[in-house]
């Protein structure tokens, strides 16, 4: 399904808002495009209407009856069916911006010439000569008279359509707003919701800030489309459509000369999507990559400060930086090329076809212009070029949503899987490896047939030297990733017959580098779970010993916590990680390098902790520190992504293996120390 129908498609849901509000738009640009039908009514019947043939009436009998030199007058038009006349009829003609009264029928077409009292009307078949009066100010005014109430009765009408026109367009504004932020509120929450079932070695290779790209800058753009483009190319079509209809009212040929419009805007917008795609896929990409740079060099300040890396860094910005301006710059070319001045263009050359059809009409005798069919073709006209105008700025907006609206679609295409968080019954934490292998890409093993079983309760560490695969055994455990062959079991059960939620939903994990969020030291414990009491929490806190420095806060355990914890240190976010496992109450309890990086007064401290946590718990243990894992259970000895070694602390010693020169290397370092 192509980009323009997967967007329409978000917007089906929203339908309803979406045609009223079109509705709205229809009804608002009728009423406005009755104007210039409006004016030529008022100018052509009304303020040059007193021009052409009056018939001589008896009496005055109505508003519409004009006296002159005590005879009694009124338009031919406005002559009732049987009304009495009397001595027949006369007629006003206006030669330059003086009128004329003939008493006489005086053809209404044709060349008019005055001189002196004589009137001089030249027609294709004759030349006739009239008597005429020249009409004064005052003789002229009772004439006008009659026009008054209807031109303020139309003008009124016209007033009333442009405040009921002003109603209906305020709603389609609100309507159409508020559906394209419904519409773009839906797809920012179903990507952000994508985000959490694409696997997680997606987000490996993909810089943070380009995905945050694709979710805030990236359905921006196609808020635009729905909330400012939609409706303005609606309104332009809608408008246009009405103008051309009012143009064949007025007059079908120039309206059909005026279709040719149509197929020069279809193609002008063809070529600038050509282009404009082209432009705009390297300027949003450009833009991702922006914001990955700045979102890395933010987070890697301390470390690009500390080896005076600001120069380089800035060189590496800038470089992005001056690719998005030159393709901005190419856009803004393109855009200059087919916006305004090309519309004016057009409009010239239209104003000159107009001006040459009416112009050569006019040298015809026979012509009957008149002057508010002029108006309202002119007017016409000028209303025509500004949805004209409307459309083509929105062509670089239309191009940057259908990017955007690709690189959205794009990441919503990426396979995830379904989120499902049904309850499976806890279990007991008896895990079994069998015969597993993993590789994070195609066959490069990090795990070779790796095979092993930990009995619920039971503390098991995993040791080796780096890139021996220990971490690679919590990921395929935790279900970060799924190994290519062999069967991981807990309780028995394959976990792949269940969800990966469900997989961790008894199961708590603590990292070397615990991450926590902003909020409160309380708020990082529940995790904002209902299931979990602030009084559970605070328990938790209290268990591993982390209200020891809590309460020296000014505000203890509602303290506010910054963006990844920087304000505590590495040891008391590691005891506040400790309490946010404790209170999950996990059945296995994931201990990534939970010591590697603590000082030895804190290690103390977190040891204390550790021990309350693994209470009843299947405990897996990565170690760095042997000093750590010699009351485990079982300690497996991994190299290369094998298992070399296994048994308890003193036998692994007595074997003098790998895991023997391990701690004498660590013993010696001590000593040294």
């Not at 009804?27 to 209407?49: Q, W």
């Not at 519409?64 to 007058?73: I, M, N, Q």
Request: with cysteine; charged share 20%; aromatic share 12%.
């Amino acid at each position: 399904m192509s980009t323009e129908k997967r967007l329409a498609a978000y917007a089906f849901p929203f339908k309803k808002q979406i045609l009223i509000g079109l509705l709205c738009l229809i009804i608002a640009v009728v009423l406005e495009l009755a104007g210039p039908l409006i004016a030529k009514r008022v100018i052509d019947e009304h303020i040059l209407g007193i021009e052409g043939t009056w018939n001589h009436v008896r009496e005055q009998d109505d508003r519409y009856t004009v006296e002159y030199k005590s005879k009694h007058f009124k338009r031919s038009d406005r002559m009732e069916r049987g009304e009495a006349t009397s001595e027949g009829m006369v007629t006003i003609l206006a030669v330059g911006s003086s009128y004329y009264f003939i008493n006489d029928v005086v053809p209404l077409e044709g060349e008019r010439q005055i001189q002196d009292d004589t009137l001089t009307v030249k027609t294709a078949e004759s030349e006739q000569q009239f008597t005429a009066n020249k009409l004064s100010l005052a003789e002229i005014y009772p004439f006008f008279k009659p026009e008054q109430r209807p031109i303020l009765y139309l003008l009124s009408l016209y007033v009333g359509l442009l405040v009921i026109a002003g109603f209906f367009q305020f709603y389609q504004t609100f309507l159409l707003q508020k559906a394209s932020n419904q519409i773009v509120r839906k797809m920012r929450n179903d990507l952000f919701e994508h985000t959490q079932r694409i696997p997680i070695n997606y987000f490996v290779d993909q810089p943070a800030g380009k995905i945050v790209a694709r979710i805030t800058n990236d359905t921006e753009a196609i808020r635009d489309l729905y909330e400012r483009v939609l409706s303005i190319i609606v309104t332009s079509v809608i408008y246009m459509a009405g103008i051309f209809v009012a143009l064949f009212i007025l007059d079908a040929r120039l309206a059909l000369w005026c279709l040719l419009l149509i197929p020069l805007i279809w193609g002008w917008m063809k070529l600038y999507k050509h282009f404009g795609t082209k432009y705009n896929q390297v300027i949003r990409s450009t833009i991702s990559e922006i914001n990955g740079n700045i979102n890395e060099a933010i987070q890697g300040m301390p470390i690009i400060q500390a080896f005076q890396r600001e120069k380089k860094t800035k060189q590496e910005f800038e470089k992005l930086n001056q690719k998005h301006f030159i393709y901005q710059r190419k856009l803004v070319k393109l855009s200059a090329l087919t916006s305004y001045n090309l519309v004016t263009v057009f409009r010239n050359i239209a104003f000159v076809g107009f001006i040459w059809y009416f112009g050569s009409a006019s040298l015809e005798p026979t012509s009957a212009i008149s002057v508010g069919l002029l108006y309202a073709f002119t007017d016409y006209l000028t209303r025509l070029f500004e949805p004209v105008t409307d459309i083509v700025n929105q062509l670089p907006l239309i191009e940057q949503a259908r990017v955007a609206g690709s690189r959205v679609f794009t990441l919503l295409d990426h396979k995830g899987e379904d989120v499902t968080d049904d309850k499976v019954e806890r279990y007991n934490g008896h895990i079994r490896f069998d015969h597993v292998w993993f590789a994070y890409k195609e066959e490069d093993y990090v795990l070779r047939d790796i095979s092993f079983e930990i009995k619920p309760g039971e503390t098991a560490a995993f040791v080796g030297y780096t890139g021996s695969g220990k971490s690679s055994i919590m990921n395929v455990l935790f279900r970060f990733y799924d190994p290519q062959q062999g069967i991981i079991t807990i309780d028995g059960y394959s976990t792949l017959d269940w969800s990966r939620q469900q997989t961790r939903s008894y199961m708590g994990i603590v990292l070397q580098d615990p991450f926590l969020f902003s909020g409160t030291i309380i708020s990082n414990v529940t995790m904002n779970d209902p299931a979990i009491s602030i009084d559970k929490a605070k328990q938790a806190l209290k268990a591993v010993g982390a209200d020891t420095f809590i309460e020296k806060l000014p505000n203890q355990y509602e303290a506010e916590v910054g963006e990844g914890g920087t304000t505590f240190s590495l040891g008391e976010r590691q005891l506040i990680s400790f309490a946010r496992a404790l209170a999950f109450d996990p059945a296995i309890l994931i201990l990534d390098e939970a010591t590697a990086n603590i000082d030895t007064e804190t290690e103390a401290m977190i040891q204390k902790a550790l021990e309350i946590l693994k209470i009843g718990r299947t405990t897996l243990v990565i170690a760095h520190r042997l000093s750590t894992i010699q009351q485990a259970n079982t300690i497996f000895v991994l190299d290369h992504g094998t298992i070399k070694e296994k048994g308890d602390h003193n036998t692994l010693l007595q074997a003098k293996g790998i895991y023997y020169h391990m701690y004498q290397m660590q013993q010696s370092s001590k000593s040294a120390v």
